[in-house]
């Protein structure tokens, strides 16, 4: 699903990724774990080609996306890659409705069908009442499965999560960490996890773990 092949970046003089090899199963649940300063947000980003790697390979679902140009990034990005982020990054503007239904837009999805999958994927995340609140009138766990709920709507075969559960309280992060589980076993996803929470990574599948730019 995931091939990771030599990948190394650089930030002017500071090599933050060392040659990482990797490669990560179809349907399997994988944690990230490190101290600050390991790298592992920033082989997240490439991964999600976000950003590139000074050199190596990344291969996802059998594209090799580190030849792609941005153009066909970009619709690569949207149609395969689902994120989640710590802070949710809900537009504030918006409700939960219409944030969920934008990557279907951008995708080219009409809106009455992108509206119609949006109200599937919060019905499935128990958010079906909170469709027309804004963020600021949803509690941290309810912002949190609506970035989740945006991150599915295109059916994407990899969701990645940068400390998703980092802003929560305890109730609410044991609620997304079996989320993430439940939508394995029904969608099929393949998650790939960066935390600093030893509970999360203790139930995952496997745990990377990484070093000043090394996984060890």
């Given amino acids: 699903m995931i091939e990771i092949e030599g990948i190394t970046k650089s930030f002017g003089q500071l090599q933050v990724l060392k040659g990482i090899d990797l490669n990560i199963d179809k349907g399997e649940v994988v944690s990230i774990v490190g101290p600050s300063g390991a790298g592992k947000t920033t082989l997240l980003q490439i991964i999600g080609t976000l950003d590139r790697a000074?050199?190596?390979?990344?291969?996802?679902?059998g594209t090799d996306v580190s030849r792609m140009k941005e153009k066909e990034l970009s619709a690569f990005r949207n149609r395969e890659i689902g994120f989640v982020f710590q802070f949710h990054q809900l537009l504030p503007?918006?409700?939960?409705?219409?944030?969920?239904?934008?990557?279907?837009?951008?995708?080219?999805v009409s809106a009455a069908e992108a509206r119609k999958q949006a109200l599937e994927m919060?019905?499935?995340?128990?958010?079906?009442?909170?469709?027309?609140?804004?963020?600021a009138e949803l509690s941290g766990g309810e912002k949190q499965r609506v970035a989740v709920a945006r991150a599915l709507i295109n059916n994407p075969a990899v969701v990645l999560a940068d400390e998703p559960s980092g802003s929560l309280d305890t109730k609410n992060k044991e609620e997304l960490h079996n989320?993430?589980?439940?939508?394995?076993?029904?969608?099929?996803?393949?998650?790939?996890?960066?935390?600093h929470d030893e509970g999360l990574a203790g139930q995952t599948d496997r745990t990377i773990h990484m070093l000043d730019g090394r996984i060890v």
């Fill in 54 to 61: 000074d050199s190596g390979r990344v291969i996802i679902n």
């Fill in 93 to 108: 503007e918006f409700t939960a409705l219409e944030n969920v239904t934008i990557p279907a837009l951008i995708k080219g």
């Fill in 122 to 135: 919060l019905k499935f995340l128990g958010l079906s009442d909170r469709a027309s609140h804004k963020p």
């Fill in 179 to 195: 989320l993430f589980f439940e939508l394995r076993d029904k969608l099929g996803q393949t998650f790939v996890i960066v935390t």
